[in-house]
């Protein structure tokens, strides 16, 4: 994974490259759904950004790279995992939204 934060300008470029993909919010932060489901969001922490991508990817990214993906309690029993901004580059981003598209 890349050494660089993404930028909010970054990460909507790329959300919406993605047919159907709209901006909104969820717990005040932006947010990306397709068809209404969420998507991905960005945390509140400022600092990373979730994604719905089901229990599996989440345990195999979390064990693959714990430097980059992990989980608060918030997400513990939910199908999503966060992921460090500083960690991730654009293309990351879009193999994570097409992740997340391809487990709604």
Do not use: C, W
């Not at 430097?67 to 654009?90: C, G, K, M, Q």
Request: proline residues 4%; charged residues 30%.
């Amino acid at each position: 994974m890349a050494k660089r934060k993404l930028s909010l300008a970054t990460i909507r470029r790329v959300a919406r490259s993605f047919p159907g993909v709209e901006e909104g919010t969820s717990y005040g932060t932006p947010a990306f759904r397709l068809k209404k489901r969420l998507l991905a969001r960005l945390h509140q922490d400022g600092e990373s950004i979730m994604f719905k991508i089901g229990f599996e990817a989440r345990e195999h990214l979390m064990r693959a790279d714990p430097e980059t993906f992990f989980i608060t309690e918030h997400y513990r029993n939910t199908p999503s995992v966060l992921a460090r901004l500083d960690r991730l580059s654009a293309g990351d981003l879009a193999k994570l939204l097409q992740q997340a598209i391809a487990a709604r």
